[in-house]
């Protein structure tokens, strides 16, 4: 896991030069174990050294490195070929980069390193943008082809690695970061009011594609673009993958857990491909529950430590499950928890290890997390995200099975599917709702959000300010695909790219490497494969095939829970706690935000959130967050 940074094209001033260094300083924290830089100017060889360049380069590089595989020097970048006629800069891992290299070997290429980068490398000097189909793994990278005169940009399929892109001075500019954007002299411009709606609204800050900046956006997962060393613009991005939606396998469902079963120990045996210790986040759910039985299962002897956050007091703690499944994976749980008065006193370093805004307080909890990850002294940790999105955990999911019975008329199979779910418990009013939102109207489905409190644009939002956004929802409605299309787009769209977001900067931000082995393509696109009925069953059991399974692996008694409480953190209990530092906010609403927030409304509604009458709804702390965010960053434009 490391930290890249670059400009194509520009003059190669001395500034472009001072801005270089400050920008691989500021990464530092991604990769704190080597650093270098790379210079190119047209008609030369690439240069790669550890001191910042001085000379001109139409072609400027930074690297930071957190070492994990071949922790020898040989693995510092910008890596270059022998005869310098390409390099590459790297982030993140290739888990099959020793089946690749077996091929490149049989090929005659020689290696000099024991590095997935110099794999990486070769397989795109060989191949270019073709090489990206064969990758299983999660990267951000710029590969330089000298004699091309270009620079490919490439995302892994999910997005799991960042990748930042501006127009800035005559260049293209590309980052890990946005803070290290504006490091090399990026203004980003002024805000987009449709990011700022979605956020404060919906709380999705990160679709994998935009920003809050209108003039700064990000390589859409599952892309790549070429830029010219000449060019001054970025250019259409390529897909080169997406959630494939073919007709349901006709298969048993016992062949569907088989598979299941056979691709997720698979994807955790490449997932733990390291050269330095790996652990787990724990949280007691299936999924999490299922990474730790795996790795036991894969690694019989290993030393294994878990992560767990784990809330005092709080009735909603999964602290008795995480320790079921510690137990019976025999592995050393390490356990996090906070205080309101913690969260109010880190919450500005939180703001700038993000870049942005973020919708709840779990996002401190995971911060937390990772910080207990180092001080055990643990680089690399497995982690659930994407469970859910490729496994059908959410009520968004089971929502969508829901309506397209409806729309079939299957009015026999909605009564039985309704009454198990609502035996079952877990959200199955909610469900309903959302259920209602794909087949009534819309203006009859706008009528019920007013009626429950759910208007699109809440009485703290300037109604001038959003007067030219799309409102309304966010998730996909249903097509000839059904609730896997639902699936699909929650995959790669509207909850896994701000999950990422987040699972990367407070990985990061502690130097320590965040896997997902949950979103791996293999393992995805079997999954999307599957009939309806196989994720979410007909009594209303969400992950149906998954469970079956993990059978004999994960303890039956968390396979067999029917509660879904996520990584929940007591946010608005905890505002209340921390309620003079509410207050000191809100009492300092930056001029500019104004135009943004009507602070009477905001008022109004901290006094519900106070009462208690807002439940598990984030707008308030979302809006705060915002809020702080803006007085932090005083050069922002609205």
Known sequence: MCGIAGIIGGNGSVGVRERLGAAASGMRHRGPDDGAFLVWQPGGRPEVSAEVPSGPGSVVMAHRRLSILDLSPRGRQPMLTVDGKHAVCFNGEIYNYRELRAGLEAGGVVFRTETDTEVLLELLRLRGAEALPMLRGMFAFAFLDVEAGEVLLGRDPFGIKPLYLAESGGAVVFASELQTLRSLGVDGGPLDPQVVYQFLRFGVSDDGRTTFHRGVVQLPPGHWVKVEVGAVSIGEPVRYWSPALAEPQRISFAEAAEGIRERFLESVRLHLRSDVPVGAALSGGIDSSAIVACMRKLEPDAEIHAFSYVPAGFPLSEERWARMAADRARVQLHTVDFTAAELAADLDELIRVQGEPFGSTSIYAQYRIFRKVREVGIPVVLDGQGGDETLAGYSIYFAARLAGMMRRGEWGAVARLWGSRRNAGGGHMSAWFQAAGHVLPRWVADAGRHLVGKELLPSWMRREYFAGVRTGRLEAGLDGHGMRGVLADTLSRTIIPQLLHFEDRNSMAWSVE?????????????????????????????????????????????????????????????????????????????????????????????????????????????????????????????
């Not at 008694?557 to 207050?583: C, Q, S, Y």
């Not at 901290?606 to 915002?626: I, K, P, Q, V, Y």
Request: hydrophobic fraction near 45%.
């Open 514 to 638: 965040s896997r997902v082995p949950f979103l791996h393509v293999d393992f995805a696109e079997f999954a999307l494969s599957l009939p309806e009925e196989y994720l979410v069953g007909g009594d209303g059991t969400m992950k149906r095939v998954f469970r079956e399974a993990m059978r004999g692996l994960v303890p039956d008694a968390i396979l067999d829970r029917r509660d879904k409480i996520g990584f929940h953190t007591p946010g608005n209990l905890m505002l209340a706690e921390a309620r003079p530092w509410v207050e000191e906010i809100l009492g300092s609403v930056p001029a500019a935000a104004e135009a943004v927030i009507d602070p009477a409304g905001l008022r109004r509604l901290w006094e519900r959130t106070l009462a208690g009458r807002t439940g598990n709804d984030h707008s308030f702390w979302r809006t705060l967050c915002f809020l702080r965010w803006l007085q932090l960053s005083p050069g922002i434009r609205i």
